[in-house]
């Protein structure tokens, strides 16, 4: 068993990852947005966003994972909104 500064470190590293991998999505968010206004296109597309989240409980590894990380993406989803 891993000691908890062990844990604590891993999930440090991961947290990093995870914040590089955000900031990369919401530039692409902006990106989109500019398009959509280009476009003339609402900022909400409720049946992507039913797609995304789907594909998120997909990947989830444990069914009890699955709430967790569709309430996470749909926070990323709310927040995105707001840059585009």
Do not use: C, F
Not at 24 to 45: M, S, T, Y
Not at 75 to 81: D, G, I, Q, R, T
């Amino acid at each position: 068993m891993k000691d908890l500064e062990t844990l604590r470190k891993e999930i440090d590293s991961i947290d990093r990852e995870v914040a590089a991998l955000l900031s990369r999505r919401l530039d692409l968010v902006k990106e989109i947005g500019e398009v959509k206004k280009a476009q003339g296109l609402p900022v909400l597309n409720a049946a992507r966003e039913a797609i995304v989240l789907e594909k998120v409980r997909a990947a989830a590894t444990e069914p009890q994972k699955k709430d967790a990380l569709e309430a996470i993406y749909r926070a990323v989803m709310e927040e995105s909104k707001k840059l585009e």
